[in-house]
């Protein structure tokens, strides 16, 4: 938490506010932040006990958004299997301080002329 006066601000809401992620693409992101690995969709659907449906979803969201990697296995039977992990944290840190820095800055525009 995060005690700015009058309001209290929970860093996680926040971070999701600025990346514009929902309640399961912070959760997926967050998992993934805290592991090195690289996991298929199915892997992530049972360590985050979440519908595959949902992970996909999520999953997906975040790799436009350019916060996670994807790679691709081909099986030796045919067909392929998506592999996730994070991009590099840094980058990911380095932009929700950028937008923050801006909502900052926009803020203290506005309230000059208040």
């Known amino acids: 938490m995060i005690d700015f006066a ?3 601000f929970d860093l996680e809401e926040v971070i999701k506010c600025v990346l514009g992620l929902s309640k399961s693409e ?3 992101l967050k998992f993934l932040s805290e592991h090195e690995n690289k996991f298929t969709t199915d892997e992530l659907s049972k360590k985050l006990r979440l ?3 949902t992970i996909q979803r999520s999953i997906k969201k975040l790799h436009e958004k350019n916060l996670v990697f ?5 099986q030796s039977v045919g067909g392929y299997i998506f592999l996730y992990r994070i991009k590099d944290k840094e980058n990911i840190r380095k932009l929700v301080n950028e937008t923050l820095d801006n909502w900052v800055g ?3 525009k506005r309230i000059v002329v208040w």
């Open 6 to 8: 009058c309001k209290k």
């Open 51 to 53: 519908d595959k449906s």
């Open 106 to 108: 926009t803020f203290k």
């Open 70 to 74: 994807r790679s691709q296995i081909n």
């Open 26 to 28: 912070f959760r997926l």
